[in-house]
C-alpha cells in the first residue's frame, strides 16, 4: 500500500561504475543477523569469571542522605563489593554540557531513580537481594516540580547551589511589541517522552593489566563517554579502551552516562569481569527523557495573512541534572517560529533543574516542543484569518536567502513551500473504513478492540512542517575522523574504514561502506568494529553522523587516492592529475584504463586518517543574535488524515504522508526508513506516549503502561524525498533523521483538531482530552 | 525456587497440597514477567503445561441447553478458533488480548487465577453466567464466576486448589464485546464491556471490566432491558430498539461501575466509555438478534 518516491540513482556527483555507491540502496552488512535474530546486542555480552553489577537508586525525588550501611549487604555470601560515592576513584561528577551530576549520590538525592550504590556479586539476584540490604537514611525534602514556578518564584528551593536555572535565552529581532491586525495566543504543553529504545542499558567493564579497563557498552559516544568515565575512574583516558556493543535504539537517550563509570568501578574494585543489564523498569531511571515544556505564544499577522510578529516564552523542565538541557534551550528559541519569515520576534527560553526525572537529548532536541506550539498556532491563525492553513504556510515559508530570528541568512535551499505543495499534493485515501458496509474493525479507532463499526467515527485532514539545526552548533568544534585503509587481500583490493562513530541502527555502516566504494572505485569495504582507538567522531544524534563522519570518510578515501593515484603515477609514468579509480581499476582521461587498481597496489599498504570539520557556528549574543549559530537547517512537511471516534475519543491515523529535502539521499532506502521511523515516534508523541510523572515518581515505567505505537497504529506512508544538495555539504548532504519526529507531531493533532473542534492544546492527545 | 512438574492432574492437585505456596503456571504470561521485574519471588513453581486434560474442553449436553467445559489451559488462540461459534462473546475478547504469542501462550485459567481487574476473558464469563471448577485432593467444587474474584488479584481459591475448568453455557443469541485502550492493538484494558442475549430464556447478561475491584454485571441494566424486551414484544417482533432503550441500558451499565482515576484513564473518563460501550454492543448484538446475521464489522486479531 505504501508508495514511496524516493531518487533513483543519479550518477552525476560521482564517476562510479561500482555497485553498491552513494545514491544506492545496499543491504546493510547486519541486516541478516538482525532479522534472524543472531545479531549480538550489549545485553548479549559474556565473559569468562564474571560477576554481575546491580544499583541501588533513591526512592525519593529530594532528600538528604544521613547516613549509608553496607555492612549487611556486603556480608551477603556472592557479594564481592558494595560501593558507594566514597569509593568514586576520580572526580564524582560528570555531565555533557554541565559537569554536575554525581557518579554516586552525595549527602542528597536530587531525583527518584538516583544511583546511591552499587553491589556486585556472582549472580544477577544476589546482586538484586543485596541491594535490598543496603541501609539509607534518608532525610526526605520537598522536591521542587514546577519549572515554570522555578524560573520564577524566589520561595522554591534552589535544586543546585547555582539556583534553578540551567539556562535562560532571548532572542530578539525587530521591535517585538508591533501592533498587528490579528493576534492569536495560546499555551501548549508537551509530556515528558521516552526514546523507548528496545535494548536496555547494558555494559561489560573488563580491569586490564595495566590498571585501565575495557568497556564493552552500547552508546552513543564512545569518546565523550570515555572523558567523562576516565575523569570519574581518575584514569588517563588512553587507560579507558571502548568498544562499541550491538545497539538496540538510542534516539539520545544513550548520550549521558548511564553505567559507564560504575561497571568500571565494580570491575576494578573487584578485579573481575562485571556485567550490567537494565531490566526495563530500571531503563526508564537509567537515561534521560524529552523534556517536558510549557509554552506561552502569540502570533500577530496582517489581515492578509503576513506574520508581523511572535512572542512566545518556553519553559523546559530539565529535571534533577543539567544533561542537554542547554542545547534544548537554544534550539527552543532559536526555531521557536519554525521554518518562516517573521520580521519581529521576542522568544524567550528557560531550562530549569528540577527534582523530576533527568531530561536531555531525544530525537528531534529542542525542536519538538516549540513545532507542536508554532504549528498549532498557525492553524488557529489560519482559522482566524479564514485561510487554508497550507496556503498560510506558504505565505510565510522560509527560503533561501532570507533569515532567522536569531539574523542567520540561510545560504542554502530552504524549499519549504515546495514541500508543502508537495505533501499536499500527494494521494489522499480514497476510502474511509467508517463508510464501508463491513468494515475489518481493524481499519477503525479502537483497531482490535472492537469499539466501533463507524459509529461516531469522523474523519479529519492536518499539516505540520518544521524547521531542524543539523550538526552541533552555537560555536560547538563539531569534527568527526576517519582511518581508511587501502590494501591487496588474496588478489583483491579491500578498503576497511574505522571511526568510531556510532552506529545505532541508523545504517551508518552502510554509508560508511558506500562512500569508500564511490570514492575508491573497489567492491569490498570492511568496517572496522568502533571503539577508542581512532579519533572522535562525536555523537549519533543531531542528524550529524552521515554529514561529519561522511564528510570524515570522504576526505580520509580522497587522501588514500591521491596516494595511491601517486603510485601509480610512479609506476607507470602517467601524470597523476589525470587519472582516477573506477571499478577496481586506474583510468587515465587519455587512454583508459591502466592497470587493475590490484597490480599497482601490490603489496603497498596505504591509510589514511582524516578529520572532518564542518563550517564554523558561533555563539549566540545577549539579544540571541549570531551570524551564523546553526551550520545547516533541514526541513520536513507531514500531512495527517485521522479518523476520530469521537464517541470514546479514540484516533486511527488513516494515512500519514510526508515531503522532506534531505539534500542528497546516500542511500535511498534508509533515507524513507528513516522517515518511516521518525515520522512514528512522532505519532506517538502526538496519541500515546508520555510518561507520567506525579511528585517526582514516574508512575509507568514499562511498555505495558508506556505505550508505543503498533502497526495498527502506524498507517501506510507516501513518502516523498526531494534533494536540493547544500552546497556547503559533502555530496549535498542535509540530516534526515530528526525532522520527521517533529513536523508528524502537530500534523497529527491538526488532523483530530480538524475531526473533533476541540483545542487540544497538550500532547500527547489522550481519549479524555476528546470526550470531555 | 522449586520448580515441580506434574505429569498428571491428581499429582498436580498433591503437589499443590504438599505446597500451598506453589505458584501454578501455564502459559507464564503473568508469572514470567512478574518474575522478570522482580514483582515476585515464588519459592516454587508448578508448572502446569503437561497436564493433558488441561488443555482440552468438550460439549456437554444438558436439558436447559448445551454447556461448554473449558479446561484452565485452553489457551486464547484455540479460545478464538475453535469455540467463535459457540461462545462469540469470549471469542471477540480472546482477539483483544496481546499480540499472537501471547494469545498462543496465555490460557483462560491463568487470566481468572490472576484476578486482574482488567482481565479480558472476565466479562464474557460474567455475562454468560459461567461457573469455575476449582479441585483439590479435598474434592471439587464450583462457584459463580462472579463469586470466583473476591478482591484486586484475589480469588475464592483455598490454598489447595487449582482451577480445573471453566463451565459456559453455550451461546443461545448474539454476544458482543468491547474494550477501551488508548492505542490500537496490545493494550491492558481501560475499560470493558461485554453484553450476552438469551433470547430463549428472555434475559440479558451483562459484563464489566476494569471498572471496580472485580469484573462484574450490571443487574439493573440487564433487568431493565429485559423487561423492555419481553413487555413489548420485541422478542417476537424484533424491531429496532428505540434510541430511550439503548440510551437508558447505556446509563444503567455506565452507573454500574466503581471506578478509579490510574495512569490507564481516569474514572470519569471509564464511566463515559463504558455507558458508549453498552450502546454500541447492545445495538450490534440486537441487529445480530433482529437480522439473523453475524455482526457487522469483520473482526480481526492484532
Not at chain 1, 550501611?69 to 566514597?86: C, E, K, N, Y
Not at chain 1, 550504590?117 to 538484586?128: C, S
Request: net charge negative.
Amino acid at each position: 500500500m505504501s508508495n514511496t518516491h524516493a531518487p533513483a540513482h543519479r550518477p552525476q556527483d560521482l564517476e562510479e561504475e561500482i555497485a553498491g555507491g552513494v545514491g544506492e540502496s545496499p543491504q546493510r552488512p547486519d541486516a541478516a543477523l538482525k532479522v534472524r535474530g543472531d545479531f549480538a546486542y550489549a545485553s548479549d555480552l559474556w565473559a569468562e569469571n564474571m560477576i554481575w553489577g546491580a544499583t541501588l537508586r533513591s526512592p525519593h525525588p529530594s532528600a538528604r542522605i544521613r547516613s549509608i550501611d553496607i555492612g549487611p549487604a556486603l556480608r551477603t555470601p556472592g557479594v564481592h563489593a558494595v560501593l558507594t560515592a566514597d569509593d568514586v576513584p576520580g572526580r564524582n561528577l560528570y555531565g555533557l554540557k554541565d559537569v554536575d551530576q554525581p557518579v554516586l549520590a552525595v549527602d542528597v538525592v536530587r531525583y527518584r531513580g538516583e544511583a546511591v550504590a552499587l553491589v556486585a556479586a556472582d549472580h544477577p539476584e544476589t546482586a538484586r537481594r543485596a541491594l535490598e540490604l543496603v541501609e539509607v537514611d534518608y532525610e526526605v525534602l520537598e522536591p521542587v516540580l514546577d519549572a515554570e514556578r522555578a524560573a520564577h518564584e524566589e520561595s522554591v528551593p534552589a535544586v543546585h547551589p547555582g539556583g534553578n536555572t540551567v539556562r535562560y535565552q532571548p532572542i530578539v529581532k525587530g521591535d517585538p511589541d508591533a501592533a498587528a491586525d490579528v493576534i492569536v495566543s495560546g499555551t501548549y504543553t508537551v509530556g515528558m517522552q521516552d526514546q523507548a529504545f528496545l535494548g536496555p542499558e547494558a555494559g561489560l567493564a573488563i580491569p586490564g593489566e595495566d590498571g585501565g579497563v575495557d568497556l564493552y557498552l552500547a552508546t552513543q559516544d564512545l569518546h565523550t563517554d570515555r572523558k567523562q568515565t576516565a575523569a570519574a575512574l581518575g584514569l588517563d583516558p588512553e587507560q579507558v579502551r571502548m568498544t562499541m556493543s550491538g545497539v538496540g535504539g538510542a534516539f539520545g537517550g544513550r548520550e549521558d552516562l548511564s553505567m559507564q563509570v560504575h561497571v568500571c568501578m565494580l570491575a576494578l574494585r573487584t578485579g573481575r569481569p562485571v556485567k550490567m543489564v537494565y531490566d526495563r523498569a530500571e531503563s526508564f531511571f537509567g537515561h534521560v527523557h524529552r523534556h517536558p515544556a510549557t509554552m506561552y505564544y502569540e502570533h500577530g499577522a496582517t489581515s492578509e495573512g503576513d506574520l508581523v510578529f511572535v512572542r512566545a516564552r518556553l519553559y523546559f523542565d530539565g529535571g534533577a541534572y543539567s544533561s542537554k538541557t542547554p542545547v534544548v534551550v537554544g534550539n527552543g528559541t532559536t526555531l521557536g517560529v519554525g521554518p518562516y519569515v517573521v520580521p519581529n520576534v521576542r522568544i524567550e527560553g528557560w531550562g530549569m533543574y528540577t527534582n523530576n526525572p533527568p531530561c536531555g537529548a531525544m530525537r528531534g532536541l529542542g525542536a519538538v516542543q516549540p513545532a507542536f506550539a508554532y504549528e498549532s498556532q498557525m492553524d488557529r491563525l489560519a482559522e482566524r484569518l479564514g485561510m487554508d492553513p497550507v496556503d498560510l504556510r506558504v505565505r510565510n515559508a522560509i527560503s533561501r536567502g532570507e533569515s532567522t530570528p536569531t539574523g542567520q541568512v540561510l545560504d542554502y535551499p530552504a524549499p519549504v513551500e515546495e514541500l508543502l505543495r508537495r505533501v499536499r499534493d500527494l494521494p489522499l485515501p480514497e476510502t474511509s473504513a467508517a463508510e464501508a458496509s463491513d468494515p475489518d474493525i481493524r481499519d477503525l479507532p479502537g483497531g482490535a478492540s472492537n469499539t466501533t463499526h463507524g459509529e461516531d467515527v469522523v474523519r479529519g485532514i492536518g499539516y505540520g512542517v518544521c524547521i531542524k539545526n543539523v550538526c552541533y552548533a552555537e560555536g560547538a568544534d563539531d569534527f568527526s575522523t576517519a582511518r581508511v585503509r587501502l590494501q591487496v587481500i588474496a588478489g583483491e583490493p579491500i578498503a576497511m574504514v574505522h571511526t568510531a562513530a556510532a552506529e545505532v541502527g541508523q545504517g551508518l555502516v552502510t554509508v560508511q561502506q558506500q562512500i569508500t566504494r564511490s570514492e575508491l572505485g573497489v567492491e569490498r569495504v570492511n568496517i572496522h568494529p568502533n571503539d577508542t582507538s581512532v579519533g572522535p567522531a562525536g555523537s549519533s544524534s543531531a542528524s550529524r553522523q552521515t554529514y561529519v563522519t561522511g564528510g570524515a570518510v570522504q576526505a580520509a578515501c580522497r587522501a588514500v587516492r591521491a596516494e595511491l593515484l601517486d603510485l601509480t603515477a610512479r609506476e607507470l609514468g602517467e601524470p597523476a592529475a589525470g587519472l582516477s579509480l573506477s571499478g577496481g581499476k586506474v583510468v587515465s582521461e587519455t587512454s583508459g584504463v591502466l592497470a587493475d587498481l590490484a597490480d599497482v597496489l601490490g603489496d603497498e599498504v596505504i591509510e589514511e586518517t582524516r578529520e572532518y570539520h564542518h563550517r564554523e557556528t558561533f555563539p549566540l549574543d545577549e539579544q540571541g543574535s549570531s551570524e551564523r549559530a546553526q551550520v545547516q537547517h533541514a526541513f520536513s512537511a507531514h500531512r495527517a488524515v485521522v479518523d476520530v471516534d469521537t464517541g470514546l475519543g479514540l484516533v486511527k491515523v488513516v494515512q500519514l504522508d510526508c515531503s522532506q529535502d534531505v539534500g542528497k539521499a546516500v542511500n535511498p532506502d534508509s533515507v524513507v526508513g528513516q522517515i518511516q521511523g521518525g515520522s512514528a515516534q512522532g505519532l506517538g508523541l502526538a496519541v500515546m506516549e508520555e510518561i507520567q510523572v506525579s511528585e517526582g515518581r514516574i508512575d509507568n515505567p514499562s511498555f505495558t503502561d508506556y505505550l508505543i505505537p503498533t502497526i495498527l497504529d502506524m498507517p501506510p506512508m507516501n513518502v516523498d524525498v526531494i534533494e536540493r544538495g547544500d552546497p556547503n555539504a559533502p555530496y549535498g548532504v542535509r540530516g534526515v533523521g530528526e525532522p520527521p519526529t517533529i513536523s508528524s507531531t502537530p500534523a497529527v493533532v491538526a488532523a483530530i483538531r480538524a475531526a473533533t473542534g476541540k483545542a487540544l492544546d497538550h500532547v500527547p492527545v489522550g481519549p479524555d482530552h476528546i470526550v470531555e | 525456587m522449586d520448580f515441580l512438574r506434574p505429569a498428571s492432574w491428581s499429582e498436580a492437585l498433591e503437589a499443590k497440597a504438599n505446597h500451598p505456596d506453589a505458584t501454578p503456571i501455564a502459559g507464564g504470561t503473568d508469572v514470567m514477567v512478574e518474575l522478570n521485574f522482580d514483582q515476585r519471588r515464588p519459592t516454587t513453581l508448578l508448572d502446569l503445561t503437561r497436564i493433558e486434560r488441561l488443555a482440552q474442553w468438550s460439549r456437554d449436553s444438558h436439558p436447559e441447553g448445551d454447556v461448554l467445559r473449558i479446561g484452565a489451559g485452553v489457551p486464547y488462540s484455540r479460545l478464538i478458533g475453535e469455540l467463535g461459534t459457540s461462545l462469540p462473546g469470549l471469542a471477540i475478547a480472546s482477539r483483544t488480548v496481546g499480540s499472537p504469542q501471547i494469545r498462543n501462550r496465555g490460557t483462560l485459567g491463568g487470566n481468572l487465577a490472576s484476578a486482574s481487574p482488567a482481565g479480558d476473558g472476565h466479562p464474557p464469563l460474567i455475562a454468560s453466567e459461567a461457573e469455575i471448577e476449582l479441585e483439590s485432593v479435598r474434592g471439587t467444587r464450583t462457584l459463580p464466576v462472579s463469586d470466583f474474584f473476591t478482591g484486586v488479584k484475589r480469588t475464592a481459591l483455598a490454598d489447595d486448589e487449582l482451577v480445573s475448568a471453566v463451565h459456559v453455557p453455550a451461546a443461545t443469541g448474539p454476544q458482543q464485546f468491547s474494550k477501551i485502550g488508548p492505542r490500537n492493538a496490545m493494550v491492558i484494558a481501560v475499560c470493558t464491556f461485554a453484553v450476552a442475549l438469551h433470547p430463549q430464556r428472555g434475559t440479558v447478561g451483562t459484563g464489566l471490566g476494569s471498572v471496580a475491584p472485580t469484573p462484574r454485571s450490571a443487574t439493573e441494566a440487564e433487568e431493565f432491558l429485559a423487561g423492555e424486551l419481553a413487555e413489548n414484544g420485541r422478542w417476537e417482533r424484533p424491531d429496532p430498539l428505540p434510541e430511550s432503550v439503548i440510551g437508558r441500558f447505556g446509563e444503567l451499565v455506565a452507573r454500574a461501575a466503581a471506578p478509579i482515576d490510574d495512569v490507564r484513564g481516569t474514572a470519569r473518563y471509564r464511566t463515559h466509555a463504558l455507558g458508549v460501550l453498552a450502546r454500541r454492543t447492545l445495538g450490534w448484538a440486537w441487529d445480530e438478534y433482529r437480522n439473523g446475521t453475524e455482526t457487522s464489522g469483520r473482526q480481526g486479531c492484532a
